[in-house]
């Protein structure tokens, strides 16, 4: 499958643990968003990261989010000490290299469904 | 300044029929306009894009039509079928820029 993949699917955890999601961008790309959707509603911008570096956090919460995306291996996003409102969809996207500064276009994993018990 | 509206929240089109979808936006530096298709349980998926230098863009039966004056874009679905039942977004973006989505619209298209 060379789309971008998302791991786990789904993710259960309790109230003030810790949530890892993973994601892999499309062979290629080095680009990777981080998207979150409510129910019913449309996705929202968290983060946008290159290799090593984070580009614009603009969405992300200032406290307990954190991504990264490392040199080797997949995009992280971390949510520590998590609440009830952390339960939604988690989407990661991923575009190529090519044409820096022009539009690339995303391309969506299947997400990450977190619920917070 | 950074909002996309998108009308209707819901629509209902009998088989073979158009479906007709509505994003207006604000921020006049947004220069690239995608349509994503989201089934349950799925990522969406991008079907169609199109930059503000044309007015409109067809692939197959989808086609967005851009109006740059009215800082408006349609989705246009023509012979509609039970497997285009989706959720479809609007959305817009500026370079390599997040992407700003619309908040939805539930098609179904009944057969």
Redesign the interface.
């Known amino acids: 499958n060379a789309g971008?993949m998302?791991n786990p699917r789904h993710l259960v955890r309790r109230r003030g643990q810790e949530a890892r999601l993973r994601c892999s961008p499309m062979k290629g790309h080095s680009?990777v968003?981080w998207?979150r959707q409510l129910p019913?509603?449309?996705?929202?911008?968290m983060v946008?990261l290159q290799k090593e570096n984070i580009i614009?956090e603009?969405?992300m919460p200032k406290e307990r989010f954190s991504a990264e995306f490392p040199k080797e291996g997949p995009s992280i996003l971390r949510i520590q000490q998590v609440v009830r409102g952390d339960s939604a969809a988690y989407?990661c996207a991923s575009?190529p290299p090519m044409g820096q500064?022009?539009?690339?276009?995303?391309?969506?994993?299947?997400?990450t469904r977190l619920s917070i018990l | 300044q950074q909002q996309v509206k998108?009308s209707p929240q819901s629509l209902i089109v009998q088989k073979g029929g158009i479906s007709i979808i509505n994003c207006a936006y604000e921020n006049t530096a947004f220069?690239?306009f995608?349509w994503?298709q989201q089934f349950p349980?799925?990522?969406?998926?991008?079907l169609i894009?199109i930059?503000p230098d044309v007015s409109e863009k067809k692939e197959g039966r989808f086609t967005i039509s851009f109006n740059k004056s009215a800082k408006q874009f349609s989705l246009h679905i023509m012979d509609s079928q039970p497997g285009d039942s989706a959720t479809y977004?609007c959305a817009a973006?500026t370079?390599?820029?997040?992407?700003?989505?619309?908040?939805?619209t539930r098609l179904q298209v009944q057969p």
């Not at chain 2, 349980?41 to 991008?46: F, V, Y």
């Not at chain 2, 370079?95 to 939805?104: D, K, W, Y």
């Open positions: 971008v998302q680009h968003y998207y019913e509603e449309g996705l929202k911008f946008y614009d603009s969405g989407f575009s500064g022009s539009n690339q276009p995303q391309h969506f994993g299947d997400g | 998108q220069d690239y995608p994503y349980g799925k990522g969406p998926a991008l894009a930059r977004f973006g370079g390599r820029r997040a992407l700003t989505f619309g908040s939805g």
